[in-house]
């Protein structure tokens, strides 16, 4: 598998031969679970931001992960590309096929393989999304916390290292896989750990595929911690005068230790959005999102503590969501923040990017931000999970107007160094894909960036592995 991590490995388009020759026996394997047709290789590319759609050169739906490793070994003799695919949520052109080749989608691949619920874990395939795992475990008093806002597949939550709004009191995907199972670049099968919920037993490969993106492997089998569903859930929101003052209450919760589950930001532009979005009636504020989790007794002296905090940055009354649905209704118009954007400009192209920074500098950088939007004369609501020092900018571009493209451009360049500074770092959640590569020379440091190159140049040696993602090699 190891090659010398010194030479170069250049990513290129398969010759048709070789490509022909994968896609004729792959055809004559899967039947119609193969297919080249324009349309599904076109789904298979597309990307939900301005990144330019590239499709593989035929789709394979795997279902288990013999398969997977058979069409991997195939691919690697023939020095065919693979690009993994779950859901296609991600927002930074990771599903893109910029050297064409196979992608293998495991959407298919749903299966809960076992629930160990005296040992708070599940074991699952990459396919099932995050609800349909929280449906099944639903009759257990267990529950998967990480909820990105997409219903996104397990293994491309694991793939983009994913995070959201639960993150500030469950950690991210990082905290919560405990074993993986990957089909590695030569269709050899890996399993990175066993489910006990530590060890000291070698290095630590199972947060070496967390993030990874599909670079090193496939993932066809995940093992997750859960979390009993809690006696008690409460949420609601609070307004401020400004955003930096949510930024500051945010800021003043979490240092006081206030184990708040949920805690995000949404300003004035996007309650708007939102509110004509999911027909809500919130009060057209910069506002924060909290919910809080514990029992009866906990979660009231929870509320009331926060409660005191806001008061001291100029918060209005904590108004309760206090039925089910009614909280329901409200984290899904928060989740649906992407689409509500819309409302705000028909007809534009939305932008999502990401930073996030040291908590202790979370209302610098998001003053800052405000102010760039404004002179660049740019419409972005603003929201996130500002409990980790995360927040999202949702740009509108009118991508007609050449000028203002520029201009947003120009923008996020300023957006990702502002949060590098910051001693931040460029993407939260979203993940590099293609779209952020550049900005991985601003954070790291070249040795850095050469260690990095030095896994992917050992585990991948022919550079088949969703090239042209992460790090250029």
């Known amino acids: 598998m190891l ?3 010194h030479q170069t490995i250049t990513a290129t388009r398969p010759p048709q031969a070789a ?33 330019p ?15 997977v490793a058979e069409i991997v070994k195939l691919c690697a003799l023939n020095r065919v590309p693979v690009i993994p695919y779950g859901t296609g949520t991600s927002l930074e052109g990771h599903v893109n096929a910029p050297f064409g080749g196979i992608c293998i989608d495991l959407s298919q691949m749903k299966r809960v393989v076992a629930v160990h619920a005296e040992d708070l874990n599940v074991v699952v395939e990459p396919g099932i999304t995050r609800k349909e795992l929280n449906e099944y475990l639903r009759d257990t008093g267990l529950f998967f916390p990480i909820d990105p806002g997409a219903d996104a597949s397990v293994g491309g939550m694991v793939s983009t290292r994913a995070s959201g709004t639960n993150a500030v009191r469950y950690g991210t995907m990082k905290d919560n896989v405990l074993s993986l199972t990957v089909v590695m670049p030569d269709g050899e099968i890996v399993k990175t750990a066993s489910r006990a919920k530590k060890s000291s037993a070698g290095y630590d490969l199972t947060r070496l595929f967390v993030g990874a993106e599909g ?25 401020f005068p400004t955003v930096r003052a949510c930024c500051d209450a945010t800021i003043a919760t979490i240092q006081s230790g206030l184990p708040v589950a949920r805690i995000e930001l949404l300003d004035a532009l996007m309650v708007h959005a939102v509110n004509l979005h999911s ?28 409660g005191e905090i806001a008061q001291e940055f100029g918060g209005g009354d904590f108004v309760w969501a206090t039925k089910p649905e009614d909280r329901t209704k409200l984290w899904q118009a928060r989740h649906d923040g992407y689409w509500a954007g819309f409302t705000l400009r028909p007809g534009a192209k939305s932008l999502a990017s990401d930073v996030c920074v040291p908590i202790s500098r979370l209302a610098d950088c998001v ?6 939007l404004a002179e660049a004369k740019l419409v972005a609501p603003i929201l996130g999970h500002v409990g980790d020092g995360n927040f999202h900018v949702n740009l509108l571009v009118n991508m007609d107007d050449k000028d203002e493209v ?5 923008f996020l360049e300023r957006l990702v160094l502002r949060g590098i500074a910051m001693e931040g770092t460029c993407t939260g959640e979203h993940g590099v894909g293609q779209a952020k590569m550049k900005y991985l020379l601003k954070e790291h440091s070249p040795a850095t960036l050469d260690l990095m190159r030095t896994l992917k140049r050992s585990i991948d040696p022919l550079n088949i592995m969703n090239p042209g993602k992460v790090v250029s090699v």
């Not at 004559?28 to 599904?40: H, L």
């Not at 006696?231 to 609070?238: F, L, Q, T």
């Not at 027909?279 to 926060?306: C, I, N, W, Y």
């Not at 003053?367 to 760039?372: A, I, K, L, S």
């Open 215 to 239: 670079t090193l492997g496939v993932i066809t089998e995940i093992t997750l911690r859960l979390y009993g569903i809690p006696e008690a859930i409460s949420a609601g929101v609070c307004t």
């Open 279 to 306: 027909k809500l009636g919130l009060p057209e504020e910069p506002m924060l999102l909290l919910e809080f989790h514990g029992t009866d007794a906990s979660v009231k002296e929870q509320a009331e503590r926060f």
């Open 53 to 67: 759609t590239q499709a593989p050169d035929a789709v394979v739906f795997a279902q288990s992960t013999e398969e």
């Open 3 to 5: 090659l010398n991590t």
């Open 367 to 372: 003053e800052e931000t405000y102010r760039d």
């Open 19 to 51: 490509l022909d020759t994968v896609r004729d026996a792959l055809a004559k394997k899967f039947g119609n679970r193969y297919s080249a047709n324009e349309t599904v290789r076109q789904q298979h590319g597309h990307t939900l931001t301005w990144t």
């Open 406 to 410: 520029a201009r947003t451009e120009a």
